[in-house]
Nanobody, 124 residues
């Protein structure tokens, strides 16, 4: 069983930056694909970024967001720059003990473990 705890959300003005963190329990963190998803009110949960041996990004965040991981700290990060009001959402960390292919790891259903979410609000 893996527990995920997100942190780092908050209120920021458009154009600003935030860094989200997701701390994972367990001893085999390096073998997991880690993903970030977000869900705005009234919308479906959508893929933001993922990382295993490489990184993957949604087109809407490419060039602005960077996903990274520190396996020694069992932590995955999402650095968010040039934030826009449309980035406002609850951001969730997800994990699965598998590599996955680019198509499948964009789908929330593929992941086995989820964090509780952290709110990001970008004001205009």
């Amino acid at each position: 069983q893996v527990q995920l705890v997100e942190s780092g959300g908050g209120l920021v003005q458009a154009g600003g930056s935030l860094r989200l963190s997701c701390a994972a329990s367990g001893s085999t963190f390096s073998t997991y694909t880690m993903g970030w998803f977000r869900q705005a009110p009234g919308k479906e949960r959508e893929f933001v970024a993922a990382i295993n041996y490489r990184t993957y990004y949604a087109d809407s965040v490419k060039g602005r967001f960077t996903i990274s991981r520190d396996n020694a700290k069992n932590t995955v990060y999402l650095q968010m720059n040039s934030l826009k009001p449309e980035d406002t959402a609850v951001y969730y960390c997800a994990a699965r003990k598998s590599l996955g292919q680019i198509g499948i790891l964009r789908t929330p259903e593929w992941y086995d473990y989820w964090g509780q979410g952290t709110q990001v609000t970008v004001s205009s």
